[in-house]
Nanobody, 124 residues
């Protein structure tokens, strides 16, 4: 099973951008569909997007214009970039790996592995 470790969280100024990385170990990224899910304080998990085996990306419609997911298979790593952030983007961000492409999935049992979660706080 793949293990995921995230990095890059912290404090971000409103209007700026955040970039998170997720490094996989144990299995190659090419065997998984990799996604990002976030949980704002007091709210449900929110699906942000995924990148498929082939590198195709799928994003939440209301985040699509601000979101970019990429992967570097040579480093077994994939990244999330979110631009023009606002305090509403404050959340714990999770990376996750799945062998199935299920758009919008947030249920934990639909993923084979989750990262530890990174707190991102956007200050106004």
């Amino acid at each position: 099973q793949v293990q995921l470790v995230e990095s890059g969280g912290g404090l971000v100024q409103a209007g700026g951008s955040l970039r998170l990385s997720c490094v996989a170990s144990g299995r190659t990224l090419s065997a998984y569909i990799m996604g990002w899910i976030r949980q704002p304080p007091g709210k449900e998990l929110e699906w942000m997007g995924v990148i498929s085996y082939s590198g195709s990306t799928y994003y939440s419609p209301h985040l699509k214009i601000r979101t970019s997911i990429a992967k570097d298979t040579s480093k077994n790593q994939f990244t999330l970039q979110l631009v023009s952030v606002t305090p509403e983007d404050t959340a714990v961000y999770y990376c996750a790996a799945s062998k199935k492409l299920i758009l919008g999935a947030t249920a934990k049992d639909l993923y084979d592995s989750w990262g530890q979660g990174m707190q991102v706080t956007v200050s106004s």
